[in-house]
Structure formats: C-alpha cells, structure tokens
C-alpha cells in the first residue's frame, strides 16, 4: 500500500479500480458500484399473515422471514410465539415448524373473528368503566393503601427539614450538604 489512507480504503472493502474510475467494490457481491443508492435498498409495507400488523422492511429481510416461516410473513411478536409453540411441540413430540405455524394462524383466526371482535372490544369497555365506577367512587380495593390522604386528614409535622441547616447552606448553592 502506497499510503495510511490506502490502507484504510482497503480494510473497508473500497480498492483502487484497476483501469481508471473510482468506484468502491461492494464487499458483499464484488461488483463495483458507481452509487450508494446500490448500497440502500427502499423499505416495503408488508402485513403479518397471522396477526395483521403492518410493518415497514427490505426486501431482503422479507424474504429471509418468509423462508423461515414457510413462506409466510409473520411479524416479530407472531414469530416468537411461533418459535415457542415448535419448542413446546418438539418436547411433546415431533411437531415442524410448519405445523407451530399453522397453530398459532389458527389461533390468531379465532380471536380475530369479527363477532368475537366486538364481544372483546365490549368487555375491555365494561371493565374500564368498573375500573372508573370503584375509582370514582373512593372504593379502596383497588389499591393496598391510599396513594394521598382522604379529606378531612391531616399530616402534622413534628420539625421543619430546614432546621438542620445553618441559614448560609440554605441558600448557597455551593455549600456542601
């Protein structure tokens, strides 16, 4: 190498072209490059298979979760309870990841059946408002201790904090506490 700088564009994948030009040598593929937009690649709206979620991913990462998952998108959270229902299904007995996939698709299928939908969506609101309704109406069960004091009691005070202070560290900022 002729200098430091040519070393260090060699160590990071970039080479003098042999016959003019400069463009770096794209260290995955080993083809020469003439832009860096060949270096960034866009990102696709893809929607979980399983659950619905839409999420924003390359191409690239794409296809490397659909090869996992049998050529279905699934989102991170559907993969992880994939993952885990293959390890219970191996402990139990021989169970492919086809097959933990198919499960937990079956599963994500029947809560997220419309009229079961709306049953959830109906008991998340009655539990809110039973959740309000004790709040409101000063029901203590909701909480092992009172997180302020209930009207008409008083927290008396014995001594002032202040009072270990001498009247210059009170003030100065500087004075050590």
Not at 4 to 13: V, Y
Not at 36 to 42: C, I, M, N, P, V
Not at 162 to 169: R, V, W
Request: charged share 25%; proline share 5%; hydrophobic share 30%.
């Amino acid at each position: 190498m002729e200098n430091d700088a040519d070393e260090d564009m060699h160590h990071f994948g970039y080479d003098k072209p042999a016959i003019g030009g400069s463009s770096p040598i794209d260290i995955y593929s080993g083809a020469h490059s003439t832009s860096l937009e060949s270096y960034t690649t866009e990102e696709e709206q893809v929607k979980c298979e399983c659950c619905g979620l839409a999420e924003e991913c390359t191409p690239a990462y794409i296809m490397r979760i659909r090869d996992m998952y049998c050529g279905k998108w699934v989102c991170g959270l559907c993969a992880e309870a994939v993952k885990e229902e293959h390890v219970r299904g191996q402990e139990e007995g021989a169970m492919s990841m086809a097959d933990a996939l198919h499960a937990h698709m079956r599963m994500c299928m029947q809560f997220n059946e419309p009229e079961k939908k709306g049953k959830h969506v109906a008991d998340l609101a009655a539990a809110m408002t039973r959740l309000l309704r004790k709040s409101v109406d000063g029901s203590t069960s909701l909480r092992s201790a009172p997180s302020s004091p209930r009207r008409g009691t008083f927290i008396s005070r014995a001594n002032s904090c202040l009072s270990a202070f001498s009247p210059s560290q009170r003030y100065d900022d500087d004075a050590p506490l």
